[in-house]
C-alpha cells in the first residue's frame, strides 16, 4: 500500500458493498458511475489488489475484498462510536454524581460549591461523602475525589483545581506568652498542634527557604500535648491559644485576615498541598463529571488561587 487510506474512503467502498452495483453506488453517493469506477481503480491500483470483480452483468468481492470490507465496517463503526460518545460529552451533564472529599474542606468548601452548582445543573444528582482518608479509586465508590496534593496513581486523571499553601500559625496570646520562634528550630521548644492524616509523617515539619541561589531545607519533629486527625478541631485549638498549628491557607484565611491567628516564620516555606479533583481515565469523557471539575475550578478562582486548565 503506497499510501494511508481514509476514512472517506472506507465509507465510499462501503456504499459500493451494501449497494450492490457500482450504478446503485453511483446514485447513492450523488456522482455518475465512471466516475465511481474511476475511484474504485485508483483504489485497488494504491491498495495492490483488487477489491471487486466487475463482469457486464455483476459485481461481487475478492477474497480481498471481503477482507477489507469486514475491516472498514469496524473501523467506521469505532469511528462512528467515538463522534457519538463526543456528541454525548458535550451535552448538558445528568446522572449521579459521586463526590469524596476530606472531612473539614469538604464541608466549608466543597458542599457549598455543590449547592450552587445542582441549582445550575438540575439534572444531577450529587452525593457528598466525607473521610479522613482518601478512597481507592480502583473500588469505583466515587466519580470524583477532592484531595491535597497529586496522587501517585498512574491510572487516574488529577487536574489541580487550586493551589493552596501551607502556613504556620499561632493565636497572639500564644505568641504574647511564649515568644515567637525565629528558626524552624525554635519550634522544638514550643507547643505544637499536631494532626494525624493519611501517610504523612506524623509530628514531623518540613520547612525550606532560600539563601541566594540555594534552598535550605530543614525537618524538625514537633511535639506538643494535643493531637487530633480533625483540621478544623486543630484550628479552634489554635484559636484558643493552645499552641502554633500547621494548615493549609484555605482554612487559616479568615483568621489571618481578622487577627485572631497571626503566621508564624513567614519567610520560610513548607510542603504546598494543591487542591486537586482525581477521577478515573474512564470518565475523562463524561459530562457530569468534567461540568463539576470545571465548575469547581471556576468557584476557587473568587479566592485568588489560579487553577490548571
Known amino acids: 500500500m503506497n499510501a494511508t487510506l481514509q476514512p472517506v474512503e472506507l465509507r465510499f467502498f462501503a456504499a459500493i458493498a ?12 450523488g456522482i455518475s458511475t465512471p466516475a465511481v469506477s474511476q475511484r474504485l481503480a485508483q483504489m485497488e491500483s494504491r491498495i495492490g489488489v483488487p477489491l471487486i470483480s466487475r463482469t457486464t452483468r455483476r459485481m461481487s468481492l475478492t477474497p480481498e475484498g471481503d477482507v477489507f470490507l469486514e475491516h472498514a465496517r469496524r473501523i467506521l463503526a469505532d469511528i462512528d462510536d467515538l463522534d457519538h460518545l463526543m456528541t454525548v460529552s458535550r451535552s448538558s451533564p445528568k446522572g449521579l454524581l459521586r463526590v469524596n472529599a476530606t472531612l473539614g474542606f469538604g464541608r466549608l468548601q466543597v458542599a457549598p460549591v455543590i449547592s450552587r452548582f445542582v441549582k445550575q445543573y438540575r439534572e444531577v444528582d450529587v452525593q457528598l461523602q466525607l473521610s479522613v482518608s482518601p ?6 465508590q466515587f466519580d470524583v475525589c477532592i484531595r491535597f496534593g497529586e496522587p501517585n496513581d498512574a491510572r487516574a486523571v488529577a487536574k489541580r483545581v487550586a493551589s493552596n499553601r501551607r502556613l504556620l500559625c499561632a493565636s497572639p496570646g500564644y505568641l504574647r506568652e511564649y515568644g515567637e520562634p525565629k528558626t524552624p528550630y525554635d519550634l522544638v521548644t514550643h507547643n505544637c498542634i499536631t494532626i494525624r492524616q493519611g501517610d504523612e509523617a506524623y509530628g514531623l515539619w518540613r520547612l525550606s527557604s532560600r539563601r541566594g541561589a540555594k534552598r535550605v531545607e530543614a525537618a524538625v519533629k514537633v511535639r506538643g500535648n494535643l493531637a487530633t486527625n480533625g483540621g478544623e478541631i486543630a484550628v479552634n485549638w489554635a484559636l484558643d491559644g493552645h499552641g502554633i498549628l500547621m494548615r493549609a491557607e484555605w482554612d487559616l484565611q479568615r483568621y489571618l485576615t481578622s487577627g485572631r491567628l497571626v503566621q508564624v516564620l513567614p519567610h520560610f516555606d513548607t510542603p504546598n498541598a494543591d487542591i486537586y479533583a482525581i477521577y478515573p481515565q474512564r470518565h475523562q469523557l463524561s459530562a457530569r463529571i468534567r461540568t463539576f471539575v470545571d465548575y469547581l475550578a471556576e468557584s476557587f478562582v473568587r479566592f485568588g488561587n489560579d487553577a490548571d486548565q
Open 135 to 140: 478512597p481507592l479509586l480502583a473500588d469505583d
Open 18 to 29: 451494501t449497494c450492490g452495483s457500482l450504478s446503485a453506488a453511483a446514485r447513492e453517493l
